[in-house]
């Protein structure tokens, strides 16, 4: 595709379900960001993938939270078990590792409310 | 933990002032770039810096860096009520491939008419 897609675009859930949500990067983009935003804040990272190389998982807040990334493509980010706290904006990046290019570009995010 | 801290927090201003936003981070970098992002969702990459340039322009936007005091700035000249937006700088701290990203708290600008 053109950018990155996230998907959905909000996700209204239950105190106590899990959720998944997907994030399709730029094709050919080797690394992929995971960030998260409460209102008004600053961009709390969360996960980061890059080629074949074990995530770097140190952003994640509890172990409620997991990523994957099939086939250096598509990644999902599952958050089981939300909280109220978890309602944020999950924001995807992807970008092209080669040369020293670290310009990330955005998908448009999932807003997720807990209720 | 936030890399970059920027100042001011929000920033108000008419239509063609220009407008001065500050970066500071912590640790070594590689790289450190700047975002805007509308109404809290996706980030648009603005400009990026390296660590061994000093100042860097395109279009109305001029970044400089300074390594030593471990700061950047962004000005943007005779803004336009389309500026309006939250601003954030990144910096990445690994040579020769891409790394975390890690950003600040950001700026939130307000130009007005």
């Known amino acids: 595709g053109a950018g990155v897609s996230q998907s959905p675009s909000n996700k209204v859930t239950e105190k106590g379900k899990d959720v998944e949500l997907r994030c399709d990067p730029i094709?050919?983009?080797?690394?992929l960001y995971w960030y998260r935003q409460s209102l008004g804040q600053g961009l709390e990272f969360l996960i980061y993938?890059?080629?074949?190389?074990?995530?770097?998982k140190s952003g994640l807040p509890s172990d409620r939270f997991s990523a994957e990334r099939t086939g250096g493509s598509v990644s999902t980010l599952t958050i089981q078990r939300t909280q109220q706290e978890d309602s944020a904006v999950y924001l995807c990046a992807s970008s092209l590792a080669s040369g020293g290019h670290t310009e990330a570009f955005f998908g448009q995010g999932t807003r997720l409310t807990v209720v | 933990s936030q890399q970059g801290e920027e100042d001011p927090q929000a920033l108000s201003i008419q239509e063609g002032e220009n407008a001065t936003m500050n970066c500071s981070y912590k640790t070594s970098i590689n790289n450190l770039q700047w975002y805007r992002q509308n109404s809290g969702r996706g980030l648009v990459h603005l400009i990026l810096?390296?660590?061994?340039?000093r100042e860097k322009h395109s279009g109305r936007l001029r970044v400089t860096l300074d390594t030593s005091k471990k700061s950047s700035s962004l000005l943007i000249t005779a803004s336009r009520a389309a500026d309006t937006a939250s601003y954030f700088c990144?910096?990445?701290?690994?040579?020769?491939?891409?790394?975390?990203?890690?950003f600040g708290t950001g700026t939130r600008l307000q130009v007005t008419l």
């Open positions: 990144a910096t990445d701290n690994k040579p020769g491939t891409a790394s975390k990203l890690t």
């Open positions: 810096i390296r660590s061994n340039e």
């Open positions: 993938f890059q080629g074949n190389s074990a995530p770097d």
């Open positions: 094709s050919g983009h080797t690394a």
